[in-house]
């Protein structure tokens, strides 16, 4: 351990009874209000349910504009608290965000950005931090933060939330470094999956929680808004791959292709059975889901982290419906109700639609609820599906 993360490191906490109302704070550079929904936003609302929750959004400026942020919608609410479902929400906008440069040469002037932000945080977060009982840091920008958290507030319980391989989504090298020496005197790192062990310190606290799932969604979804015909849903904009449906819509005309939030346009290659929609609301998602007679996730080959068989929260949600998937053959897993196919072959793509539309309706796995997974998160010692052997 270094001599920096030394002076930072502090004696574990004593058991609290996590029964209690607490106080957490959330960082991450999602915004709680954003329509597009992550592991995190299940994890805030199950914690405002507990005691106060914050909710900061962090990395946003008008930077964002060129990158198709999903916080665009929120810009005329930014630098403001506001509350939605019991959740106190702060969308921190600068004018400029610190970023990846992806150049070596730049690295200083990265490095300058990043120490700027991070010695200069809005009043909001400062308050947030030192009122808080609990405070977690997802992957991304929000581990930068560590040291003036654990400085202002030793006493808060820390968790980091991994929510990604910081290499996948191109983390900044300032971050990376800030995360490899800070790790060991976070509290609990939560990996969803384990497959994201190998991006973790060996010395760091780790647990093993996977993602959850909203046990109500089997009561919800209704009725389906579909017509007559064979439906395939496809969920999200990550590595989207829109190769896969201008191939397939052609190759299986009998099936209307409805792709939701891509981030993409309608494409001319698409085949009359495809139907492009904005994103919606997650309620109205669960709706295409749920009806649906299989369920798409066209992931680009490249760049496709391993772990997206146990954390992708579409596969996870077509699974928990017991809707076939068809998926790369590299985030199959060991999930039965999964389909796989190598991106760029087209053989193999009919292959696993085909296998897909033969399958039975049929969830591979019992999923934790939401509850389950910040019982965890809270209390890790009352499981002993938490550990992970190092």
């Given amino acids: 351990m270094s001599t920096m993360t030394k002076d ?18 959330v960082i991450s550079a999602h915004d709680y209000r954003s329509p597009r929904k992550a592991n995190i936003h299940f994890i805030a609302r ?29 810009d005329a609410r930014a630098n403001r608290i506001e509350r939605q479902d019991g959740v106190d929400c702060f969308l921190w906008k600068t004018p400029v965000h610190p970023f990846n440069t992806r150049r070596p040469l730049l690295r200083p002037f990265e490095t300058l950005m990043f120490h700027w932000y991070v010695h200069h945080p809005d009043p909001v977060l400062a308050r947030w931090i030192d009122e808080a009982d609990t405070i977690l840091f997802e992957s991304g920008t929000a581990p930068v933060f560590f040291d003036m958290a654990a400085r202002r507030n030793p006493a808060a319980r820390t968790i980091y939330i991994a929510s990604d391989d910081l290499d996948t989504i191109n983390a900044a090298d300032y971050v990376k470094r800030t995360f490899r020496r800070i790790a060991p005197a976070i509290d609990a790192i939560r990996l969803p999956s384990l497959a994201l062990a190998a991006g973790v ?13 909203d046990p109500a969604l089997a009561t919800q979804g209704d009725p389906s808004p579909y017509g007559p015909g064979i439906h395939a849903v496809s969920v999200g904009s990550m590595l989207f791959d829109p190769v896969f449906f201008s191939f397939a819509s052609h190759r299986f005309p009998e099936i209307r292709f409805h792709i939701i939030g891509s981030g993409r346009p309608r494409l001319p290659g698409y085949g009359d059975n495809v139907t492009v929609y904005d994103e919606m609301p997650h309620a109205d998602t669960v709706r295409y889901i749920k009806h649906a007679h299989l369920g798409i ?10 772990y997206l068989a ?11 419906f017991g809707l076939p998937a068809v998926c790369p053959q590299a985030v199959v897993g060991d999930y039965r109700s999964r389909f796989g196919y190598m991106p760029g072959d087209m053989f193999s793509v009919v292959r696993a639609v085909r296998g897909a539309l033969a399958a039975p309706r049929l969830s591979s796995r019992r999923h934790l609820s939401w509850v389950e997974v910040v019982d965890r998160l809270l209390d890790p010692s009352r499981f002993d599906d938490t550990r992970i052997a190092q």
């Fill in 8 to 25: 930072i490191a502090r004696p574990a906490a004593p058991a609290r009874e996590e029964t209690r109302r607490g106080s957490f704070l």
């Fill in 46 to 74: 199950e914690l405002a349910r507990r005691g106060t929750t914050r909710f900061f959004s962090l990395r946003y400026s008008a930077l964002s504009r060129f990158t198709a942020d999903p916080r665009l919608g929120l």
């Fill in 201 to 213: 310190p060996r010395d760091a606290r780790l647990l093993f929680i996977p993602h959850g799932v």
């Fill in 297 to 306: 996730a066209a992931y680009r080959a490249a760049r496709m982290p391993d």
């Fill in 310 to 320: 146990d954390t992708s929260m579409k596969l996870i949600q077509y699974d928990f």
